[in-house]
């Protein structure tokens, strides 16, 4: 029975009328009254705010204020792209049909038939790059390797002479090559230790030069090996000179054989006392300067 009371209590209350007066503060004369229930307070409020989202939702929608939401695209600009999409397939269309045109004319011209209206269709039917396989063969997977890897560190290859594919030293033993520097050699080609050049030591101040014709592809400055200058030589050689004090040439420069390039000196981190670094590299590989270069 207490809470069908309590039910009744609740719902009573909402029913119950109220009346709202107002008065005149001076003479507290009546002037106006409204009769009201707390359930009608709460329909009429319920109400209001669904009007108010519905007439805000047809403002938006339904005039230019929707422009100036964030991120709401511009109305012109949509009718611009929908302009410009029906354009580019015009121009598909005609590009298409000048194809098919001018393939006839050269057709007559070679005094083959026409195309058909079915072998203009094939021609424009869309590629479906999904089915194409890319079948290699062993060899020419070790071909394309042998060939990158020869061509990896060369800027170009020689005007007169074919690269060379197969691995081999021909070319390079057919060069006349320059002493880079007189001096002697305290440190040799070694590889194994990561040491591809050798090491010449010789007097203060003394002129680097270049070790053939070439090309400065690298004058710059590092840490470890202090001022560098690289040269490319035809016939995939290039030619590397560290530890300089100062370079003569920039890149982009020709140097002849013999022209001095560098000062010898003592640079970067990677060294213990005044000397050069040589490095000779054929077909991207380090080489033993010793073997084409008479340092005697």
Same mark, same amino acid.
Not at 165 to 172: A, K, P, R, T
Not at 237 to 255: D, F, M, N, P, R
Not at 266 to 273: A, I, L, Q
């Given at each position: ?27 507290? !004369? !009546? ?38 939401? +964030?991120?709401?695209? $511009? ?13 580019? $397939? ?19 011209? $070679? ?40 061509a990896k560190f060369n800027l170009f290859f020689p005007e007169?002479?074919? %690269? ?26 070694? %590889? ?36 560098v200058i690289l040269l490319q030589h035809k016939g995939n ?19 002849k054989a013999g022209e001095p390039i560098a000062i010898a000196?003592?640079?970067? !981190? $990677? ?14 590989? +380090?080489?033993? %300067? ?7």
């Open positions: 029975m207490a809470p069908e009371r309590k039910k009744k209590k609740w719902f009573h209350k909402l029913r119950t009328s109220y009346r709202l007066v107002f008065l005149n503060e001076s003479t507290f !004369e !009546e002037r106006f009254s409204v009769r009201l229930t707390r359930i009608l307070v709460i329909t009429t409020l319920l109400s209001l705010v669904v009007l108010f989202i519905t007439l805000t939702f047809f403002v938006i929608a339904y005039t230019p204020l929707k422009e100036y939401i +964030p991120g709401y695209p $511009d109305v012109k600009q949509k009718k611009e792209l929908y302009k410009l999409n029906k354009t580019i $397939d015009s121009l598909i269309v005609d590009v298409k049909v000048k194809n098919v045109y001018l393939e006839n004319i050269k057709r007559i011209i $070679d005094n083959k038939p026409p195309l058909t209206k079915d072998s203009v269709m094939a021609l424009n039917k869309p590629i479906d790059y999904d089915t194409i396989e890319d079948n290699k063969s062993k060899q020419d997977s070790l071909l394309r390797a042998s060939f990158e890897n020869q007169t002479e074919a %690269p060379n594919i197969i691995s081999g030293n021909v070319l390079i033993q057919s060069q006349n090559f320059f002493k880079p520097l007189d001096g002697i050699i305290t440190s040799p080609f070694n %590889p194994m230790e990561k040491h591809y050049g050798i090491d010449i030591v010789a007097s203060h101040n003394e002129a680097v030069k270049a070790v053939l014709d070439g090309t400065v592809i690298l004058s710059s400055w590092t840490l470890e090996t202090g001022y050689i290039l030619s590397v000179y560290k530890h300089c004090a100062t370079l003569l040439k920039q890149e982009g420069e020709l140097v000196g003592n640079s970067g !981190e $990677d060294t213990s006392g005044p000397h050069l670094h040589f490095e000779l590299w054929y077909n991207g590989s +380090p080489v033993n %300067p010793v073997n084409y270069i008479n340092f005697n």
